[in-house]
């Protein structure tokens, strides 16, 4: 006999053929930020324990899932999570976002980039370099640990702590200069000023002389996955000019956000 739980998504998943119905349990897990197990999609779905079974196994056979060491729960798998990089990465509107991208390196005259969250890394969906001979060369696709990136922590900041911790509290926080906040309270502060604040900055918390500030591209509801930022070497930026750069970065990510379709009604407060 089915669950009679909630079958919220059981239309999708009566899809017309084996890979629709893949697909639609892969659109119920993406939805989910924790762990899952066989069982609790029978609850959410009200499909056939034994027809889950399969389609899981074909999903981990897949790459597209992976089990979890106590052999009872799964969690999302390299290969889902590389496609969705590389949709971003490789996505129509590139050439848009790319063209924002460009102008603001005009305007600000230091490189800038594109970034989005992929587990506890930032990685970089565009960038386009200053022309100024002194710079940091970091390419498109590059990744940064998410505690001391300054999307990272606008993109964290998103996160309830139970998130954040279960994101990265399982393994010691990297120091890369002496600046990097390593302990959990400290991050944990930073975290909450830059929520309050809406913008973060990297001050050579990765590279030292590298001082970088980021801004989230807005969305309507829900969480935004992608950030504005612009990156310069100390002896050209201090942080009093780094902020005065936050009102062409806004410009910047509501422009990107007309590009995504994330555009924030008039009168509304952006994320």
Do not use: W
Request: aromatic share 4%; charged share 25%.
């Amino acid at each position: 006999m089915k669950s009679s739980a909630p079958k919220a998504n059981v239309v999708d998943l009566d899809g017309d053929t084996p890979t629709l119905r893949l697909f639609a349990l892969l659109e119920v897990i993406a939805e989910r930020d924790q762990l899952f197990s066989l069982q609790g999609l029978v609850d959410e779905t009200g499909l056939p324990k034994p027809t889950l079974h399969r389609m899981l196994q074909g999903l981990e056979s897949a790459g597209l899932l992976q089990r979890e060491g106590d052999g009872r729960h799964y969690s999302t798998g390299v290969r889902l999570r590389r496609l969705a990089e590389n949709l971003m990465l490789n996505s129509t509107y590139h050439g848009a976002r790319h063209a924002v991208l460009r102008h603001l390196v005009q305007e600000l005259g230091e490189s800038c980039n594109i970034t989005a969250l992929s587990g506890n890394e930032v990685v970089y969906l565009d960038r386009v370099e200053t022309a100024a001979p002194l710079r940091f060369y970091l390419h498109t696709g590059s990744r940064v640990p998410a505690h001391c990136s300054a999307s990272g922590k606008l993109l964290l900041s998103q996160m309830t702590p139970a998130q954040r911790q279960r994101l990265l509290g399982h393994a010691p926080l990297e120091s890369y200069t002496a600046r990097t906040l390593t302990k959990p309270d400290a991050l944990e502060r930073e975290i909450k000023r830059v929520a309050r604040d809406g913008y973060a900055l990297d001050n050579e918390e990765f590279l030292p002389g590298l001082l970088c500030v980021s801004v989230l591209v807005p969305v309507a509801e829900g969480r935004s996955n992608l950030c504005v930022a612009v990156q310069a070497p100390m002896v050209r930026v201090n942080k009093e000019r780094a902020l005065a750069m936050l009102p062409a970065l806004r410009r910047a990510a509501a422009a990107l956000a007309q590009i995504e379709g994330h555009a924030v009604p008039a009168g509304r407060k952006r994320a």
